[in-house]
């Protein structure tokens, strides 16, 4: 294993720590329990938006926290769900008296222990609406999961609702947009290398050098199948299609792009990937009108690449150009 690390055991530590002095003017990081809030929480008078999971998958959900995104994120271990005084402490942290959303990816000990977290902010007063994310194509079930996995739609919801928040929408309207954007959008991803997670020092999986794995999940879960290496459109095509075909999205519909790196791969493969993606979708007279190419989403190392399709409407497309000022997203300001 090699990895610019010191201790498996304070990798997240010390990497909270980093984000503390990299950013004191973005946000706050709080340890034992630990959780980071934007600079100015509370705010009082708007919604809180609180998410979180396990660490390894950076900039989400620490990276996110800021104007016009996050209020709080919670940061467990690396791959394993935060705890829920984490979140009933993030979640009274930023409480500005309008009420907090709980944005939850759909993985068994996040939608728990955000359930447990929500009873015990409730029982102090505080109103608390929670919304899954369950955007994952690629399987039903997972060794994470019951229920489709919740993946990059998370970063479009946490960034459109964050706008909505801003714009001191109502907890119940802003948690409705969030159902809306998770209704509208749809992912898949796939990997060409595992990854290493720093406390177990070997790889999660196993890939032959001329295989990948289709429909893979963000923990190194399996996909739908593993098969021979292929050009970079033959893969847009086994990722967009199902992506496409769930919904389904429609000739004459516009949406957002979002082409992701899974830690590994290089901008210049992402451009690549995008290019193929606006072919097909142009082909099927779908129009890409906002698009977001990066590693937003990632599981450590792992080569590989998600695509996630939003379709937009009028209202998305303006809370989503709103301005955002985090340390993983900004812009308009």
Known sequence: MKKLINRPEDVVTEALQGMAVAHPDLLKVTFGPNYIVRADAPVQG??????????????????????????????????????????????????????VVHIVKNYTGDVMNFEMAADLAR?????????????????????????????????????????????????????????????????M??????????????????LGDDEMEIGIGIHGEPGRERRKLAPAGEVVESLATP???????????????????????????????????????EGRGIKITRNLIGAYITSLEMAGVSITLLKLDDELTRLWDAPVQTPGLRWGV
């Open 243 to 281: 992506v496409i075909d769930d919904i389904p999205f429609q000739e004459g519909d516009e949406v957002l792009a979002f082409v992701n790196s899974m830690g590994g791969t290089p901008t210049i493969e992402l451009y690549v990937v995008y290019n193929e993606l606006y072919k097909l979708l």
């Open 123 to 187: 029982g102090e007063g505080i109103e608390v609406e929670a919304v899954v994310i369950d955007d994952d194509v690629a399987v039903q079930d997972s060794l994470y999961t019951a229920g489709r996995r919740g993946v990059g739609t998370t970063v479009l919801a946490e960034k459109i609702c964050g706008a909505a928040a801003e714009d001191k929408q109502s907890l119940q309207q802003v948690a409705d947009l969030c159902r809306k954007v998770n209704a509208n959008g749809r992912s």
């Open 189 to 206: 991803g796939m990997a060409l290398t595992s990854c290493i997670v720093p406390s177990a020092g070997k790889p999660t999986f196993e």
């Open 46 to 99: 708007k919604v809180a938006l609180v998410s979180g999971g396990g660490s390894g998958h950076e900039p989400m959900h620490g990276g996110f926290v800021g104007m016009g995104m996050l209020d709080a994120a919670c940061p467990g271990e690396v791959f394993t769900s935060p705890t829920p005084d984490q979140m009933i402490e993030a979640t009274k942290a930023v409480d500005g008296g309008a009420g």
